[in-house]
Structures are given as C-alpha cells and as structure tokens.
C-alpha cells in the first residue's frame, strides 16, 4: 500500500519535472544523425549480415544445374544424379552444394566428368578423404568429395573448377521404395529445408560432426572443414535456380493401372506390360519442392509378393515385400480413442504449409467419433494447447477446434520437446487407445534427442506423423512413427490432404497386425551367415506390408531355402529360387545394417565399435556414410600456380511457397551471380564497413529474433492535446470580443 | 437576450470541454515520461534488492516483470534497469530484455529493447567507441565498446550469428517521427571488452578474457 501511494507521488512529481526538458530534447534529436549510417535508400544492404573475409574480393556462387536418371525394376530404384558446375568467374573456384536425397537412399558410386575425361570416384574412410581432397585443392587439382551429413544430407565439393568452366559430378544412388494402401511411392527431394535447431537457431545445413581435439586432425584442415550454414537463394529478387531434368524408366514386374505425380506435371508414355517412361513435362523445373511419383500395381486374386535377388561373392541379398490379407472390415476397431494432435507451427511451416496443416487437421476434427476424446497442442517457439486434457469430441468442442486452428499462424522456431510432452504426459484414461497424430515439416536438428523422448515416454501410446509441405524431413517423420509405433503419412500440397487423410485415417481406425515373424529355413544352421531387416517386424496398419531384407550365404540358393511369414492363422512362404535377380539389393541391405548399427548407439553400444563397424560396412559396399566419403581426385594439376582459389557455396533454392523473411532474417539471402556482382560495387563506404556484402565463408549458427517496437504515443497525445487547446484559446479569443461587441452595441 | 446568453454559456461550454480534453490530452503524454522516469527509482530500489541475492523481486506488488540488468551509458549518463520482457507494459517502465536472446552481461547474443522517446533516446547520441556497460544480478559488470548502428525491418525476423559475442540495444527509428510504430528499428552493437568483478566496476580486476566462458 505504502509503495503505491509513493508511487503516485512520485508521479505527479516527476510529471512536472519531466514537461520540459523531454519535448526539447526531442527536437534536438532531429539534427543529431546517427553514427554509422547510410542514407534510408541504402538501408535494404546495409542489413546484410555476412561480411566478406577479404575486404574487396567478391565471387559469385558457381551456377548449377541438376539431370536425373531414374531406373526402377520392381521395389527397388536406382538413380543417377548429374550435377553441372559452371564457373561464369575469371576465378578458379571451390564450389559446394548440398543436396538431399531420400532418406534411405545408399549412395554408392560418383565420377566426374570434365570435358572428355572421367574420373571414378573411391570410397574411403572420411577424414583422410577430407585430407586428400584438401590436398588436392591446395595442389590445383580438380577434384570432388560427397560426405553424408544426416542420413538424408549429402554434400558435394569440386575444387579448382577453372575459369569459364563446367564440371560434371555424376552420383549414383539406391532407394527402396515404398508400398503403402495400394500405392508404390517414390519421392526424390530436390531442396534441402532449412532446419531450426533449438540451441543454436537457424541451421540451413546440419550439424556436421566437427571433430575434437585428439583425433588426429590436424588443426588447419579442422579449420577448412565446410561452413555449416548455406546461403538460401532471395527468391523475391530473382527467380529460381537450379533447373532441373529428370528422366525415369519404370519396370514394376507387374501389370499397372495408373501412374501419377502430385508435385509436377509429367509425361507417361507406356512401353510395354507393367513398364512406362516418366519424363517432366515442363522439361526442366526449378529444385524447390521434392518429385513424388506413384504408381498402382492391377489387382489380382494372388496376394502381392514382390522380392528379389542379388549374389555377391559368396553372399546372396535378398529383399521381399509381402502384403498380409486386409483384415475383415466388420473388425473396425470400437474402443473409443483419446487423440492428441500436435502441429507445428514454427517459421518453416509458413507459406502453403501451415495451410495443408490446418485443412488436415480440420479433416481430422471432422472425423472423429463422438465417444472420441481430443485435444490439440500447437507449438513453435511456445506450447500451447486447446484444452488442458483431452476432451470429448462433442460438436461444440469440434468447433472451438477449428476457431483455433483457424488463428494458427505459422512463426517462430522449433522447440518441439515440450508439445511431445505435454501430449505424451496427459495419461488416457483406463481402457482407452491413445494416439498422438503430429503434423509438421521436422525441420528440427536434435532428431536423436527426439526420438529417444518418444521411446521413454511412449507406454501404451501411439505417435502418428504427418509429414507437409514442400520438403519435410522425412527421415525425422519416418523414425518418430517407428519409434511411435504408428505410421507416416506425406502431404506434399492442400490438393492431397484429403486423400492422405483419409488414408490416415484408415489407419488409426483399423486395428493392426501385431505380432508378425519370420524364419528362414536353414537359420540354425548358418546363424553368423545370415542377418536379416528389421530384427521383429514392427504392427502392421491397414495397407501396408512386410518388408525384409536378408544376407544368406550363396549356398542357400542351391538348398532352395525359403522364407516362412506368420501371423496368428496368417502364413506365407516364399521360395528363394521364386526371386527375381536385381541390381543393388546388397546396397539395400548395408544401407538397413548401417541404420542399425546406428540405432544400437541409442541402446548404449558403445561408440567406437559403431563408428569401426559402419565405415567397414562402407567401405566394402562402397557407401557414403557418416565415416566414409567419395573421393575423386585428378592427378594432374589444373590451376596454374600462383592463382588463387575462391571458396563459394551455391545458393540452396527457398522451398515452394515459403516466404524468405519468414524463415530467414531479412538480408541474408545471396542472389545469383549477377546480383552478387552488383553488390560486391556497393559503394566504397559500405565496404569499408564491411557490412554490406555477402561473406562466403559464413559463420557457424544464426540467431534470429524478432525486434521489439520501441516508441510511446507520447507526440500523439501532446500534439492532440496542444491541438484542442489551441482550438479552445481561439474559440475564447473569438467568442469573448465579439461579445464585448456586441454588448456595447446593445448599450 | 436570453438566446445570446445561452448560445454564449454553449460556447463558453464547449471551451471549457476542449480545453479540458487538451489537457487531458496533454497530460496522458506527460504521463509517459513521468512513468518511465518514476518507475526507474522504483526499479533502482528493486535492482538494489537483486543484487543482494533475490530472484525476480518485483518493483511494486502488481508489476508482472522484475529487473535482470543495469545499463550504464556514461556517455550520456544514462543509467536504467532493465526488465524481463518487451511488453509494452513493460517498456512503459524502463528498457527490456528481449527473450530468447542470452541474458544482459551473458556472452552470446543478448539483446535490449526501449523506448526511442523515453529511455533509450540517448541511443541516437551513442558514437562508435562509446562504453556501454550491463550489471548482471551477480553484481559483476560487463563493458562493452560500441561497434556500429544499422537499421534493420521489424517486419521480418532479424538473424545474427549467434557464436558471435554481442550485446545489442534496439529502439524505434526515426528517432524524430511523430507516430509511434513505425517498421524500422535502429541497432546499436556493442562488442564485450571485460567483465569487472562486484568489488571493483572501475578498476578492471577480475578481468576474463571475451568470450571465454565463466
């Protein structure tokens, strides 16, 4: 009480302290001009961020276009990927880009091509790779690296391309692909999303593995490891870079109904049974959004058995997928659900993203039962949620949802941690199926962390991922669901919501098929020959099938080995001999060891023996990954000694329809060579200060925040106050003469 | 003659009215500098009370922020305490710490958000090289150097390398416009030099090297 009466006192005090000497002063800060300043037209570059580690010396990013090659013969599909290095510099140039793939691609093999000659690529273990390709660079010879950052980030360096010049780099890669309530997918991702790490902000490129002190790393070749961040292309200045082509061949080994893309328009042209020619129909398109393509095998009596073969050396690969007959419609599940739906509505969902999100989650609202309970947590930087536990499905809280979700904007970071949570901490009540449906685009960096959260507080739960937008991270989405034990589902655009809903759907409404083994009819007798994907066969929801993949030693093709499926009165056998011979099935399968031996990692193996065990793996199968890398190298000097080499990273086009200022700070896109060039002939002043250009060597994590506002009213007040006085002098002026007037006129 | 009378009192009415909205008017501007001048002998008392080991002491009964920093600006013998937060209500009262960013005195990216007009003007008079000095509630000072100002769009995020040890003060900019929310935000950035221990603010004792962790 004491304190508000002082504070009042001291109020009127200090009001009449302060009349003064704020208005004057404010009229003098109109003639001090700020320190460091350029004129208001100048302002737009002055924000940018970067500077450029030589003061004077600016090089635009080598351009890049992008050819793909895709060939599919029955699950699986083998890509080759062109990527084109142009210089337009008088500069020898390091040019970096980093592409995504899908995240179970292995990628195996890469040459580069440069004018007639073509130079393999080896595998080797990654930091005498790095050490090498560094020698090489500083040598002058040309030469190129693939390293895997995340299971689905690759990069790619090429040194010492010469001025004017054109490198190709051709990579070659091996994907299963998925089945799923009819439908064969494929998707290759042509952007890399850039991700929010809740510790460090906004990282374009992911955390790449800096190594510690001791390892044997020489510290100026730690120094030249690649910056982690990539410039994102300013796609409100300039359009698109990056076209692309893209050709595929489809050989499904079975008769097809329809063949279709969600994301482009495309051409199909039929070459015979159960094959087709895919080609784009805009011919090259722009890299900002992922290539989906779906194909749908004609329906037959026999169940849908699709596997295949491949020997190498004393070795025999093979992948099976299997279809369990859908269970009875009339087993609908009855017990009532608690649904708990989470969405993501950080910065990288803004654009068409956050609108997919919310007509899914509207279908979702619509579709529930009224003996359903649910609630919905959404969150960015903050969580909130609708209600505070989940609650009845009734048509007043459906529609409370939906005006909710309705004033759902998407911005802010990731901070994802707390929604799962909140979601998993809200015990269900007794006898009721919980199941966590998480809609986003899992642009977060602290996966692992994630995952381990869902394992810990799972229980009897079940998380369900819908992945949105134009590049989500499905690697993330993927593994969230397997660690959930539910299943993932990818909207690429609002026109598929719908469908995959209702796909969705189907899922969480059908009960699964639990409890699926496997055997393989000589497994005692060559136990260490034999190793198999996934060890225990995860539920199975409506529509989806088995997929395995097996090592067995060659002899088992002789032996005519088979492989036995059950579950509960469910049984399949597949003959060995009955598999077709394909290509890549071992990339296949080191590709699902070396996720396993990754995963043992969460499990407490212990770190070396992984790390030993996965570069063994790529280094017999030729793969990149996290301890192996692709090295070519030329053996003959290219750069004349004497000239220098410039580092640039090619810019990363923004994903389709997502804005630049909502997931960048304003300034910090770099454009394409030309508007770097007009940049780098700012004026000399700006230069001296050294903040207007683009740095090509870019620091490690950005921070962005949204600035505060920073003025009062108070002008307004004191210019609307003076006004009605001035009125009301000048009214009393006018009024009381001509009263005087008017008296004596009267008298 | 009594029509005239009445029309004179509606007059002399309507006088009286204005005039009372002018000063009415008048005095809620005046308010605002008197708030924020007044709060800040509040918050100094508050801060006092910080320093000697209480969390989060709030400067009257209903505030719903506390302070978690002094900045001293020596050049232009500016001396406030910063809050928690950048709500308006909050800014009415003395400058804010923007959330998000590394605490005030912290190294990392830490940033403060305050009026143009009340407590932060005398940004526009900060030169490169001025001393900008942060109190933390552990009483050890951090000094800083002023670098640069930019201008940047409040209308988009603003991003910064975050490794990178910086203290930023943000206010509206122009600093002469009339009408208050406006996009553009001038930054002033100052770089850490060392950080004094409680005993001594002036004489640079226990100096830690920037950016070394404390």
Avoid at chain 1, 225 to 245: D, G, R, S, W
Avoid at chain 1, 555 to 573: I, P, Q, Y
Wanted: proline share 8%.
């Amino acid at each position: 009480m004491n304190v508000r009466l002082l504070n009042v006192l001291c109020t009127s005090l200090a009001a009449a302290l302060f009349a003064l000497p704020i208005s004057t002063g404010s009229a003098q800060t109109a003639d001090t001009s700020p320190p460091g300043l350029m004129t208001l037209g100048d302002v737009q570059r002055g924000q940018l961020l970067f500077r450029t580690t030589e003061p004077g010396r600016y090089v635009p990013a080598p351009l890049v276009a992008t050819e793909v090659d895709i060939d599919v013969g029955g699950i699986v599909a083998r890509a080759t990927l062109k990527q084109y290095f142009v210089n337009p510099t008088k500069d020898w140039l390091e040019g970096r880009y980093v592409f995504p793939l899908p995240e179970n691609a292995a990628v195996d093999r890469m040459k580069i091509v440069i004018g007639e000659r073509v130079i393999e690529a080896r595998i080797a273990e990654r930091i005498a790779a790095r050490r090498a390709y560094e020698a090489a660079k500083k040598s002058g010879r040309r030469a190129a690296l693939v390293e895997q950052h995340r299971p689905n980030v690759f990069s790619n360096n090429v040194a010492n391309i010469p001025p004017g010049g054109r490198i190709a780099v051709e990579l070659h890669y091996v994907q299963r692909l998925n089945y799923d309530s009819g439908k064969f997918s494929l998707r290759f991702p042509l952007v890399v999303a850039p991700r929010f790490d809740p510790a460090g902000g906004v990282r374009h490129l992911v955390k790449q593995p800096v190594p510690k002190n001791g390892d044997g790393m020489p510290a100026p070749l730690r120094a030249a490891l690649p910056p982690q961040i990539v410039p994102v292309h300013n796609n409100e200045q300039a359009p698109p870079l990056n076209p692309v082509t893209l050709n595929l061949t489809l050989d499904a080994g079975m008769a097809l109904n329809a063949v279709s893309s969600a994301t482009h328009k495309i051409d199909v042209s039929n070459t015979g049974t159960g094959k087709r020619r895919v080609t784009l129909d805009a011919k090259t398109v722009p890299a900002d959004r992922d290539f989906t393509l779906f194909w749908t095998p004609k329906l037959t009596a026999e169940p849908l058995v699709a596997a295949f073969r491949e020997t190498i050396g004393k070795d025999v690969f093979v992948t099976a997928l299997v279809m369990p007959p859908a269970p009875q419609d009339n087993a609908r599940r009855s017990r009532p659900r608690d649904i708990v739906f989470i969405l993501d509505r950080s910065g990288s969902m803004g654009g068409v993203s956050i609108h997919a999100a919310r007509s899914a989650l509207d279908a979702a609202i619509d579709r529930l039962d009224p003996q359903d309970r649910f609630n919905l947590i959404r969150f960015s930087n903050e969580t909130d949620s609708l209600f505070t536990h989940a609650m009845p499905a009734t048509d007043t809280n459906r529609l409370f949802a939906k005006m909710y979700l309705r004033d759902t904007r998407a911005v802010g970071g990731t901070v994802m941690r707390p929604a799962l949570h909140a979601a998993l901490n809200d015990k269900p009540e007794e006898g009721r199926l919980r199941q966590v449906v998480f809609v986003t685009d899992g642009a977060v960096s602290n996966e692992t962390q994630l995952f381990r959260d869902i394992y810990q507080r799972l229980g009897n739960s079940r998380l369900f991922t819908i992945g949105i937008g134009s590049a989500p991270n499905s690697y993330f989405m993927r593994k969230a669901a397997e660690a959930g034990r539910g299943a993932f589902v990818y909207i690429p655009d609002v026109a598929q919501v719908k469908a995959r809903m209702t796909t969705m759907f189907g899922k969480l409404e059908r009960p699964a098929l639990t409890g699926i083994s496997y055997a393989w009819s000589n497994d005692k007798a060559d136990q260490s020959l034999q190793e198999s994907f996934p060890a225990a066969i995860p539920d199975l929801y409506f529509g989806a099938p088995v997929v395995l993949v097996s090592r067995l030693p060659a002899a088992a093709l002789d032996r005519n080995d088979f492989l036995t499926l059950s579950a509960g009165n469910w049984k399949s056998e597949l003959r060995l001999a009955d598999t077709r011979p394909a290509e890549g099935i071992g990339t296949l399968w080191a590709r699902d060891k070396i996720m396993a031996l990754s995963d043992s990692l969460r499990d407490g193996a212990p770190k070396s023996a992984v790390k030993d065990a996965i570069a063994k793996i790529g280094l017999t199968h030729s793969l990149v990954t996290r301890y192996t890398s692709l090295l070519a190298t030329e053996i003959t000097v290219a750069r004349p000694k004497g000239a220098p080499l410039v580092t640039g990273d090619t810019p990363v086009n923004l994903l389709h329809g997502g804005r630049f200022g909502t997931t960048m700070g304003a300034g910090m896109g770099i454009g394409p060579g030309k508007a770097m060039l007009k940049r780098s002939a700012a004026p000399p002043s700006l230069r001296a200060r050294g903040s207007a250009v683009a740095e090509l060597k870019l620091p490690v994590a950005m921070k962005s925040v949204y600035l505060p506002a920073g003025a009062t009213p108070f002008f307004v007040h004191l210019a609307i106050g003076f006004g009605l006085l001035m009125i009301a002098a000048i009214v009393f002026v006018v009024v009381v003469p001509s009263r005087r007037s008017s008296l004596r006129r009267a008298a | 003659m009594t029509r005239f009378l009445s029309g004179r009192t509606a007059l002399l009415a309507a006088v009286l009215l204005l005039a009372a909205g002018g000063v009415w008017q008048v005095g809620s501007a005046l308010f605002i500098p008197a708030k924020a001048a007044v709060a800040q002998i509040l918050l100094h008392r508050a801060w006092d009370r910080t320093l000697t080991g209480e969390d989060r002491v709030k400067p009257w009964p209903w505030a719903d922020t506390w302070p978690v920093a002094r900045l001293k600006l020596p050049d232009t013998g500016t001396d406030l305490i910063v809050l928690a937060g950048t709500s308006g209500q909050a800014l009415a009262f003395g400058p804010g710490h923007v959330g998000g960013t590394a605490a005030p005195g912290r190294p990392g990216l830490s940033m403060i958000g305050g009026h143009r007009d009340t407590h932060l003007k005398a940004l526009a008079r900060l030169k490169p090289g001025s001393r900008v000095e942060i109190q933390r509630p552990d009483g050890a000072t951090r000094v800083y150097r002023m670098e640069s100002a930019t201008i940047a769009d409040s209308r988009r995020p603003w991003a910064a390398p975050e490794d990178r040890d910086q203290l930023v003060l943000v206010t509206c900019y122009p600093f002469e416009a009339l009408i208050p929310g406006g996009p553009l935000r001038y930054l002033v950035h100052a770089v850490p030099l060392y950080t004094a221990d409680v005993s001594s603010t002036h004489q640079p004792t226990g100096i830690s090297p920037t950016g070394a962790p404390y």
